[in-house]
C-alpha cells in the first residue's frame, strides 16, 4: 500500500519537475554547460608565489605555466618560471628564461636579481657581480636584498673561497609584486 502511494505521488510530481527553468538559476548558455575545462578566474602567479613560499617549487612551477598560458609569456611569468626553475636546480633552464626576461624588460631589478643568483651558483662571479649591479641600479638602491646579493657577489669576486654558508647566509631571490619585493625562502 505505501508502494503504491509513493509511486502515485511520484507520478504526479513528475510532470510538474519538466516545468521548471531549473534550481540553480537560469543561465545565458542555452547548454547550461559550466565553463571550458581547464579556464579558471584564478590568477596562476599569485597561486604559483603562495606555492613557492611554502616550499612547494615542483606545484609553483606547473602554476607558473598555467600563468604563462593565460597571460602569455610576459616578463612577470618570465621570471617567475626561471626562479622556480632555480629553486629546481634546472639552472640552465632558469637561466634562459630569466634572460630573456630581462631583454623584455630591462628595468626589472627582480629578474636581474635571480639571474646574478644563477650566475653565483655556476661559480661566474665576475657577470655575476655585473648583474647585481644592474639589479641594484635599476632597484635605486631601495632593496636590501639585492644590496646582499650585491656585496656577497664582490666578496666571492674577490676571494673566491670566501663561502657564504661560513657566514650563515644565502643569496635571496625577489620577486615582483606590487612595487615590494618579497623573499620567496631561504
Not at 647585481?132 to 644590496?147: C, L, P
Request: overall charge negative; hydrophobic content about 40%.
Amino acid at each position: 500500500m505505501k508502494t503504491r502511494r509513493a509511486a502515485i505521488a511520484l507520478a504526479m510530481i513528475a510532470p510538474l519537475a519538466a516545468c521548471s527553468s531549473g534550481g540553480f538559476g537560469s543561465s545565458n548558455d542555452p547548454v547550461g554547460a559550466p565553463g571550458v575545462a581547464g579556464e579558471s578566474d584564478i590568477d596562476g602567479l599569485i597561486v604559483g608565489h603562495r606555492l613557492m613560499e611554502a616550499g612547494e617549487y615542483e606545484l609553483a612551477l606547473k602554476a607558473y605555466t598555467r600563468a604563462a598560458a593565460q597571460q602569455g609569456l610576459n616578463v612577470d611569468t618570465l621570471s617567475a618560471l626561471g626562479s622556480a626553475n632555480l629553486r629546481l636546480g634546472r639552472l640552465g633552464q632558469a637561466e634562459r628564461l630569466l634572460r630573456r626576461a630581462t631583454e623584455q624588460e630591462p628595468d626589472f631589478p627582480a629578474a636581474w636579481n635571480n639571474l646574478g643568483v644563477i650566475l653565483l651558483e655556476k661559480g661566474e662571479y665576475a657577470e655575476a657581480s655585473q648583474v647585481f649591479r644592474r639589479a641594484f641600479a635599476t632597484d635605486n638602491g631601495n632593496s636590501d636584498q639585492i644590496r646582499e646579493n650585491l656585496r656577497l657577489a664582490l666578496a666571492n669576486l674577490s676571494d673566491p673561497n670566501y663561502d657564504p654558508d661560513k657566514q650563515n647566509q644565502q643569496f635571496q631571490l625577489v620577486r615582483r609584486g606590487t612595487g615590494d619585493f618579497i623573499l620567496l625562502g631561504s
